[in-house]
């Protein structure tokens, strides 16, 4: 997982690439932030680049978020973009 660090309050913009990791389609990214009692995490997930500059692209992306022990504690897939109303 790639470690992050953070400021109450701040903004980050992460990127990472399908295929990055030699995994092609079963791609996976992970990502570890710790946050004290209290703080939250906003996450958007979107894709960069458009299918041939027509329609949004037909990724199939997922977000999970896990606890400290490993325990799946949110997830969403198929979620509406707050910027665009896709799925």
């Known amino acids: 997982a790639y470690s992050l660090s953070?400021?109450?309050?701040?903004?980050?913009?992460l990127t990472a690439a399908i295929g990055d990791e030699g995994r092609g389609v079963i791609d996976v990214d992970m990502f570890r932030i710790d946050l004290?009692?209290?703080?939250?995490l906003t996450a958007d997930v979107d894709a960069v680049a458009l299918d041939n500059g027509g329609s949004l692209t037909t990724t199939d992306l997922a977000l999970r978020v896990f606890d400290y022990y490993g325990s799946q504690i949110a997830s969403n897939d198929d979620g509406l973009d707050p910027e665009t109303n896709a799925s």
């Not at 400021?7 to 913009?13: D, E, I, K, L, R």
């Open 6 to 13: 953070h400021s109450p309050g701040s903004t980050q913009t």
């Open 36 to 40: 004290n009692a209290g703080e939250s």
